[in-house]
């Protein structure tokens, strides 16, 4: 089983900027991708950015075209954490957002995502 802990959410105004994290635990060596997806109220979930963190293309990372040069996903030295940093923040950026585990390359399919954090709301007023 792999555990995934979200933090980093909170409220700021257009234009700001937060860094979300996305600690996994347990049995996460065999995990390929870890993704971050975003609900946003009435509508439905969207992936938004991932990272391989297994597999031949480690390192490698994918956006969402509304988040493309603006957020920036990244694993730290330790192989551990996941960090999904986010500036120039709109007000259509509001949302829950989830961390996803995946022992394939995924990308936004969300049916191959095993593991799901519990979420941490982001929120940006104009």
């Known amino acids: 089983q792999v555990q995934l802990v979200e933090s980093g959410g909170g409220s700021v105004q257009t234009g700001g900027f937060l860094t979300l994290s996305c600690a996994p635990s347990g049995n996460t060596r065999n995990l390929v991708t870890i993704s971050w997806f975003r609900r946003a109220p009435g509508q439905e979930r969207e992936g938004v950015a991932g990272?391989?963190?297994?597999?031949?293309?480690?390192?490698?990372?994918f956006y969402t075209d509304s988040v493309e040069g603006r957020f920036t996903i990244s694993q730290d030295n330790a192989k551990s954490t996941v960090y999904l940093h986010m500036n120039s923040l709109k007000p259509e950026d509001t949302a829950l957002y989830y961390c996803?585990?995946?022992?394939?390359?995924?990308?936004?399919?969300?049916?191959?995502?095993?593991?799901w954090g519990q979420g941490t709301q982001v929120t940006v007023s104009s």
């Open positions: 990272i391989a963190i297994g597999g031949g293309m480690s390192g490698s990372t």
């Open positions: 996803a585990a995946s022992l394939y390359s995924a990308r936004w399919t969300t049916s191959l995502y095993d593991y």
